[in-house]
Structures are given as structure tokens and as C-alpha cells.
């Protein structure tokens, strides 16, 4: 419940995030479309609008996950939030590159006052990479999240203020077109790491391996049952856990409910990221040392047998 409750502020927090990027890109756009023809301004201002996409995807992602109907297939709706990184990662990457070569033949210096669009988007960044800095604890879903602008864009962005600056100062329209190109290549760097990730992500490749060794540390230590092996599977910023354990052989279907139902919540109460939590019991060894037939045991807990079964 509690874990619910937390991603259900953090798709509030999304919302908030969408809508402060969607406005910041648009603004942009207007910029460029009624003021001034800046490739700065425009490269700058479609980052910030597919940024907004992807926090729109994020909330949609978290609605999902703290609804009241959520069941199995639900779950695969978590990965839109891979297929949407990759379609925005694609944009981004074909608008760069065709505005490279207006770029390189580019004469004429963006004035100096339109710095203070990009001392805004360095604010905002900024601002957005205390959350992630916030909520990072909370696992995956704001650091992973596929266009977070973290602290590194709010530096590079007062950088690029201060370098417009400087090329009006100097009267060097070089210095804002390396810059434009600089930020060109930053962009398709990011995009093209999105892209990859993404795609291992739908492929369960890319699972994160050191969550393994996470689970089986909790489950031995708080439970003292031996893990056999563990299963993740993605699904989005979210992982989904299958998890064999060995039990006594000789074990009754109460004390195995009881005790699955402890690792269970031990789990998803220490790992943020984990959504889903399979846990299959295996007996220690092949003999069966109870002196109880199997039907006797479902005879003496039918409640329980049915549960299980």
C-alpha cells in the first residue's frame, strides 16, 4: 500500500513535469516561429517537448501501476514506457541531423537577449534534477526515466547561455554554430544510449543483474531459505521477479503460505523497482518425510490446498 501511494505522487509529479515542458517547448517554438530563426532556440525547444512526451508517458505508466483493476496483462502496458523512449530518441535524432547543415552555413549571431531562454531552461533543469535527486531512492523510475534532465543538462545549458553571450560579444557567429553542433551531438549520443537500452529492455536482455544478487541477500537473511535461482523480467522502469525457493519437504501448505507470503512482501517493500513477485517452492530433497498422505493434507486444509492450488 505504501508503495502504491508513493507512485501515485510520482504520476502527480509527472503531470506537473509534462505540463512545465510542454508549456517551456512551446514557448520556444514561438520564439523561433515570430522572432527569431535560431537553431539554438529550435533544437532547444523540441528537446523540451519530447521531454514532455516522455513525462506524459511516465504518468500514464504510474496511473496504471496504482490502479484499482490492475491485474497480469495490465502489467505489459509498462512497456510502453521502452517503445516510447525509442520513438522520441528517433525524433530527436533525424530533427538534429537535418538541422546540421542549415547550421554549418548559418551567418547571422542570435542577439544576446534570447540568452535568457536558455538561462530559463538551465533553471528548469536544474529544479527538475533536485526530484530525481529527491526521488531517486525510490528506485528506477525517475533516474532511468528515459529524458530526465538531470544537473549535467542544467550545466551545459547555462553554458550554452554563456557562449551566445560571448559570440555577440565577439561578434563570432563560429561560436554559436559550434555550439549548435555541440549540442547536436550530445543529443544523438543520449538518443542513440536510449535507443540500445530500450530495445535490450524489450528483449529481456538488459536486466539488471545486480537486483539477483539483492533479492537472494534479503530473502536468506530475513527468511533463512535458500534461493535456487531468480528470474527478472522488464517492464519499463519496473522489473518483474520470479523467485524458487527450497522449503523442508515435509512442510505443511499453511507454514509454505505463510512463509511465501513473508518473502513476498519482504521483497516488495525493499526494492522500489519491483512491481510483480513470483514465488515458486521447491522441497530440500526428493523424499517426502511427513507421515501424512497427500490427501490427507488436503483433507485437513482445504482452505489452504484451494488457495495454493
Same mark, same amino acid.
Not at 170 to 181: A, D, H, M, R, W
Given at each position: 500500500?505504501?508503495?502504491i501511494v508513493?507512485?501515485?505522487?510520482m504520476?502527480?509529479?509527472?503531470?506537473?513535469l509534462?505540463?512545465s515542458s510542454l508549456?517551456?517547448?512551446?514557448l520556444?517554438m514561438?520564439?523561433y516561429s515570430?522572432?527569431?530563426k535560431?537553431n539554438?532556440?529550435l533544437?532547444?525547444?523540441?528537446?523540451?517537448i519530447?521531454?514532455?512526451?516522455?513525462?506524459?508517458t511516465?504518468f500514464?505508466?504510474?496511473?496504471?501501476?496504482?490502479?484499482?483493476?490492475?491485474?497480469g496483462?495490465?502489467?505489459e502496458?509498462l512497456?510502453?514506457e521502452?517503445?516510447s523512449?525509442?520513438?522520441i530518441a528517433v525524433?530527436?535524432i533525424?530533427?538534429? +541531423?537535418y538541422?546540421i547543415?542549415?547550421?554549418?552555413?548559418?551567418t547571422? @549571431?542570435?542577439s &544576446?537577449? $534570447?540568452? #535568457?531562454?536558455l *538561462?530559463g531552461?538551465?533553471?528548469?533543469?536544474?529544479?527538475?534534477?533536485k526530484?530525481?535527486?529527491?526521488?531517486?531512492?525510490y528506485?528506477?523510475?525517475?533516474?532511468?526515466?528515459?529524458?530526465?534532465k538531470?544537473?549535467l543538462d542544467a550545466l551545459i545549458e547555462f553554458?550554452?547561455?554563456?557562449?551566445?553571450i560571448?559570440s555577440n560579444?565577439?561578434?563570432l557567429v563560429?561560436i554559436?554554430?559550434?555550439?549548435?553542433?555541440? +549540442?547536436?551531438?550530445?543529443?544523438?549520443?543520449?538518443?542513440?544510449?536510449v @535507443?540500445?537500452e &530500450?530495445? $535490450?529492455? #524489450?528483449?529481456d *536482455?538488459?536486466?539488471?543483474?545486480?537486483l539477483?544478487?539483492r533479492?537472494?541477500?534479503?530473502?536468506?537473511?530475513?527468511t533463512?531459505?535458500?534461493v535456487?535461482?531468480?528470474l527478472?523480467?522488464?517492464l519499463?522502469?519496473?522489473v518483474?521477479v520470479?523467485?524458487?525457493v527450497?522449503?523442508p519437504?515435509n512442510?505443511t501448505?499453511?507454514?509454505t503460505?505463510?512463509?511465501i507470503?513473508?518473502?513476498t512482501?519482504?521483497?516488495?517493500i525493499k526494492?522500489?523497482?519491483?512491481?510483480?513477485v513470483l514465488?515458486?517452492a521447491?522441497?530440500d530433497k526428493?523424499g517426502?518425510?511427513s507421515?501424512?498422505s497427500?490427501l490427507?493434507?488436503l483433507?485437513?486444509?482445504?482452505s489452504?490446498?484451494k488457495?495454493?492450488?
Amino acid at each position: 500500500v505504501k508503495k502504491i501511494v508513493r507512485f501515485y505522487r510520482m504520476a502527480n509529479l509527472f503531470k506537473i513535469l509534462f505540463i512545465s515542458s510542454l508549456t517551456y517547448g512551446l514557448l520556444g517554438m514561438l520564439l523561433y516561429s515570430l522572432v527569431v530563426k535560431s537553431n539554438l532556440i529550435l533544437i532547444d525547444s523540441i528537446l523540451w517537448i519530447l521531454d514532455s512526451i516522455t513525462y506524459l508517458t511516465l504518468f500514464i505508466v504510474l496511473r496504471v501501476v496504482t490502479s484499482k483493476t490492475l491485474n497480469g496483462r495490465r502489467y505489459e502496458l509498462l512497456r510502453v514506457e521502452d517503445i516510447s523512449s525509442i520513438f522520441i530518441a528517433v525524433i530527436t535524432i533525424s530533427v538534429v +541531423i537535418y538541422l546540421i547543415p542549415s547550421t554549418l552555413v548559418n551567418t547571422e @549571431i542570435t542577439s &544576446s537577449e $534570447f540568452s #535568457l531562454y536558455l *538561462i530559463g531552461s538551465g533553471i528548469l533543469s536544474y529544479i527538475f534534477s533536485k526530484y530525481v535527486l529527491r526521488y531517486g531512492k525510490y528506485g528506477k523510475v525517475l533516474i532511468k526515466s528515459t529524458a530526465v534532465k538531470t544537473s549535467l543538462d542544467a550545466l551545459i545549458e547555462f553554458v550554452n547561455s554563456i557562449a551566445l553571450i560571448l559570440s555577440n560579444i565577439l561578434q563570432l557567429v563560429v561560436i554559436e554554430n559550434l555550439l549548435v553542433l555541440a +549540442i547536436s551531438v550530445y543529443a544523438v549520443k543520449c538518443s542513440v544510449n536510449v @535507443i540500445k537500452e &530500450s530495445i $535490450f529492455n #524489450l528483449l529481456d *536482455i538488459n536486466y539488471p543483474r545486480h537486483l539477483k544478487y539483492r533479492i537472494i541477500n534479503i530473502v536468506e537473511k530475513n527468511t533463512n531459505v535458500s534461493v535456487k535461482k531468480v528470474l527478472l523480467r522488464n517492464l519499463g522502469s519496473f522489473v518483474e521477479v520470479e523467485l524458487w525457493v527450497k522449503l523442508p519437504s515435509n512442510a505443511t501448505l499453511r507454514t509454505t503460505q505463510v512463509l511465501i507470503s513473508s518473502i513476498t512482501r519482504e521483497v516488495l517493500i525493499k526494492i522500489p523497482e519491483v512491481i510483480k513477485v513470483l514465488v515458486v517452492a521447491i522441497p530440500d530433497k526428493a523424499g517426502v518425510t511427513s507421515k501424512e498422505s497427500i490427501l490427507q493434507i488436503l483433507n485437513t486444509q482445504p482452505s489452504v490446498a484451494k488457495l495454493n492450488t
